[in-house]
């Protein structure tokens, strides 16, 4: 197992020893966020009674900074490992290809939650959202940040340069982060689009997470929670079956 | 007492490119093995077969006796590689790169040969600085302590001086030269120069055989170049015609007393494989 720490810990070094980038841009993104939409929407929005908006808003906000975190840190380690080369390191060593896997999915965990904390804890500044059930926020940061991570490893596996990492950050994670009810519930869009966001499995990450804060959700936090968990396992499968077979990376 | 490499029988193709056409290979523990050829020979391709960056087709890849896919936990661990690449993690600095090399391996608390193996690759007052910030030099010296620094039984270099100043491939090669008397097998793959190199390494082996379609006929230009001692490959003068010769031709007396009657020393048992420039099939 010491291949395996030693692979996440410097991931984890990684991200320290380039905070600014990783951890405060973030977060700033985030309150940037939070400060023009609740000035906009604070008067004229109110998703669940007694709710302010802004509050509403924070754990949708968190929780996307926790995605989308998790999904940059695996992709653009790997990228960036891919592309000057020194992956090789990684490859030569004596690493199962599992070892490999969780590493870089668990400093994907670790950076998802730090960002997450950290926005949370600067958004108190403008709302005081209720933690009501904690250990349910935890669990749906836990597992939304592996399933992104896992998703991240793809990624960088299958992107060749920059700009195919971006596309995949910018048609695919974006969009379905800001259609899954960070800003909104999806109760107040219409009949059609409330159908299709059940499709979005980010929806159900958001959902779930925010019922950890008011103890009240979109849909039963149960059905999110199988909903995150059988995604993520399936994505951990295909994930761990592509670095068995070493596509991209032992050619 | 295993091989330290063994390869039997391996193809390897890139889309339509074939890069080596059934090559086999024996090396010995504790030999100090040239892998001579010119640019797109197949060199970096067999040692990514055996370090398990390339998967081979077909045939069978061991390191001292395990195999490199089935078990490569275990050929990994008995392997360093030393990148044709000048790859770095710019990241982090020179004692954190080997630390890291070091817990990938699974070596613990590995301070003291970490220092010493900067000691003996002069990169003592390089050990905090950042890889970025090393020069071209510095950094190659930093793969080769990358590739010592859990101690492999078997060494494998791609060439390891390229790029380099005279003054550093020197050092570089008494180092290596140093490696091989302590036992540890050293595979070597180089342009044309180790040939040269070899000659002022007593003991050491390097076998060059040219064959050139160009040079009387498809299949008879083959000839006798130069024949140092102990074992190598080489092939082709870049032709994309190159024949590998399996290695192990006699120790260095051998070699001299051959060269000396100006007769030439076939490889044992006279197998030859071919090894197709990748160049060529483009």
């Known amino acids: 197992m010491l291949s395996f720490y030693t692979l996440f810990h410097k991931e984890l070094l990684r991200v320290q020893k380039v905070a600014f980038q990783t951890v405060l841009s973030p977060v700033l993104t985030a309150l940037l966020y939070l400060l023009i939409f609740s000035h906009l929407l604070e008067q004229h929005v109110e998703v669940y009674p007694g709710v302010r908006y802004t509050a509403f808003l924070i754990p949708g906000l968190v929780m996307m900074s926790v995605l989308q975190n998790a999904f940059a840190n695996s992709s653009s380690s790997l990228i960036q490992s891919k592309i000057t080369g020194n992956i090789v390191f990684v490859l030569l060593a004596p690493l199962a290809y599992w070892e490999f896997f969780l590493a870089y999915v668990l400093a994907s965990v670790v950076r998802g939650l730090v960002v997450g904390a950290g926005v949370y804890l600067a958004a108190l500044w403008f709302a005081w959202p209720p933690l009501q059930f ?40 974006l969009p379905l982060t800001f259609l899954s009810g960070v800003f909104y519930s999806i109760h107040s869009l219409p009949a059609f689009w409330q159908v299709l966001s059940h499709f979005n499995p980010f929806f159900y990450m958001i959902d779930g997470f925010r019922y950890g804060f008011f103890g009240s959700s979109d849909i039963s936090p149960w059905i999110s929670l199988v909903v995150v968990s059988g995604c993520f396992l399936v994505l951990a499968a295909f994930t761990l079956a592509l670095l068995r077979s070493g596509y991209k990376l032992r050619l | 007492m295993f091989p330290a490499v063994d390869v039997l029988g391996v193809r390897k193709h890139y889309g339509k490119l074939c890069a080596l056409d059934n090559v086999d290979l024996r090396i010995e523990q504790g030999e100090f093995f040239g892998l001579l ?18 998967k081979p087709d077909t045939g069978r890849v061991s390191v001292m006796g395990y195999d490199v896919v089935r078990q490569y936990r275990d050929s990994r661990r008995l392997m360093g590689v030393v990148p044709q690449e000048l790859v770095f993690d710019p990241f982090f600095n020179v004692r954190e790169t080997l ?3 070091s817990g990938y391996f699974g070596v613990k608390h590995n301070e003291a040969w970490i220092d010493e193996v900067m000691h003996h690759l002069d990169l003592s007052d390089k050990a905090d ?3 970025r910030r090393l020069s071209g030099g510095m950094k190659r010296r930093v793969l080769v302590a990358q590739a010592l620094v859990h101690k492999p039984p078997v060494i494998v270099l791609d060439e390891p001086t390229a790029g380099v100043d005279v003054e550093l491939r020197r050092s570089l090669w008494r180092f290596i030269r140093r490696l091989n008397l302590d036992g540890h097998t050293v595979l070597a793959g180089q342009h044309a120069e180790l040939a040269r190199q070899r000659l002022r390494v007593p003991g050491a082996a390097a076998l060059v055989r040219r064959t050139s379609r160009h040079a009387g006929g498809a299949k008879g230009g083959a000839r006798w170049r130069r024949i140092p001692a102990g074992a190598a490959v080489i092939h082709g003068a870049g032709d994309g015609a ?15 007393a051959a060269a000396r009657s100006g007769r030439g020393v076939s490889a044992r048992g006279g197998q030859t494989y071919k090894l197709t420039s990748v160049a060529n099939q483009k």
């Open chain 1, 134 to 173: 904690p250990l349910w926020a935890l669990l749906f940061a836990v597992l939304g940040s592996a399933l992104l991570g896992s998703l991240g490893v793809v990624a960088g596996i299958w992107s060749e340069k920059f700009d195919q990492l971006a596309g995949f950050q910018n048609f695919i994670i």
């Open chain 2, 37 to 54: 050829g010119p640019n797109g020979a197949g060199k970096t391709t067999l040692i990514n077969l055996l370090s398990g960056l390339s």
């Open chain 2, 99 to 101: 630390r890291f090399q």
């Open chain 2, 129 to 131: 600085t950042n890889m």
């Open chain 2, 242 to 256: 190159g024949t590998i010769a399996r290695g192990r031709i006699g120790r260095a007396g051998n070699e001299r």
